[in-house]
């Protein structure tokens, strides 16, 4: 079956304590996507790649990292979380070369609570 | 910078009604836009995609149209029905030849039996 996959799923964690949120696709798709949907704000891209070794920030990038290794998985590692990253978290994929994408494909999200 | 904005926030209509969502963008220069629904507490799942240069796409009861030259789709559901019922998205690929993606706040639409 075609999809995104996101590990965890829910995750509650203290400030400061570094974190890692894994994305997997197994359509060998170019592009990849995190984004963070918060209330009042909608959805808003953090980074994205748009192959292996190819990443560039969205519009909310700070405090957030990603690295594209391999082309089916695009990690998002908080160093450093802090409370203002509570947030609900979604990867996407699609295929796309040269920016020209197509339909995204979304995993099933990562509640993430920062105390 | 582009902006989406999809009104009305929020809709509630009677089963069997036909209805019409709204996104507007305001750069008219994309490669693309697309049209998701999101269950709550669920991920997003795309509905229809409609490159810049098509006017419109069909999916089922589902109809998209594009117009770029005043920055403006529309998503039209015909025969609603309780089972409808969630948020409708619209997000652009702008075509400066990046992989951004702006989204819309969407419109949550509820369908009374």
């Known amino acids: 079956e075609a999809q995104v996959t996101q590990n965890p799923r829910y995750l509650i964690t203290v400030t400061g304590k570094k974190l890692t949120v894994t994305c997997s696709q197994n359509?060998?798709?170019?592009?990849m996507s995190w984004y963070r949907q918060d209330p009042g704000l909608g959805l808003r891209q953090i980074y994205y790649?748009?192959?292996?070794?190819?990443?560039d920030k969205g519009d909310v990038p700070e405090g957030y990292k990603v690295s594209r290794k391999e082309k089916r998985n695009f990690p998002l590692i908080l160093e450093s979380p802090s409370p203002n990253q509570t947030s609900l978290y979604f990867c996407?994929?699609?295929?796309?070369?040269?920016?020209?994408?197509?339909?995204?494909?979304f995993g099933p999200g990562t509640r993430l609570l920062v105390l | 910078k582009q902006e989406v904005t999809q009104i009305p926030a929020a809709l509630s209509v009677p089963e069997g009604e036909n209805l019409v969502l709204n996104c507007s963008f305001t750069?008219?220069?994309?490669?693309?836009l697309q049209w998701f629904r999101q269950d709550p507490g669920k991920g997003l799942t795309s509905l229809l995609l409609?490159?810049?240069?098509?006017r419109e796409q069909t999916s089922g009861r589902l109809n998209a149209s594009l117009d770029k030259s005043s920055g403006r789709s529309t998503l039209y559901i015909a025969a609603s029905q309780p089972g409808d019922s969630a948020t409708y998205l619209c997000?652009?690929?702008?075509?400066?030849?990046?992989?951004?993606?702006?989204f819309g706040q969407g419109t949550t639409l509820q369908v009374k039996p």
């Open positions: 409609i490159q810049s240069s098509q």
């Open positions: 750069d008219s220069a994309i490669y693309n």
């Open positions: 997000a652009v690929h702008g075509s400066s030849n990046t992989g951004k993606l702006i």
């Open positions: 359509m060998n798709h170019e592009y």
């Open positions: 790649s748009m192959n292996v070794e190819v990443t």
């Open positions: 996407a994929s699609s295929m796309g070369t040269s920016g020209r994408m197509g339909t995204q494909y």
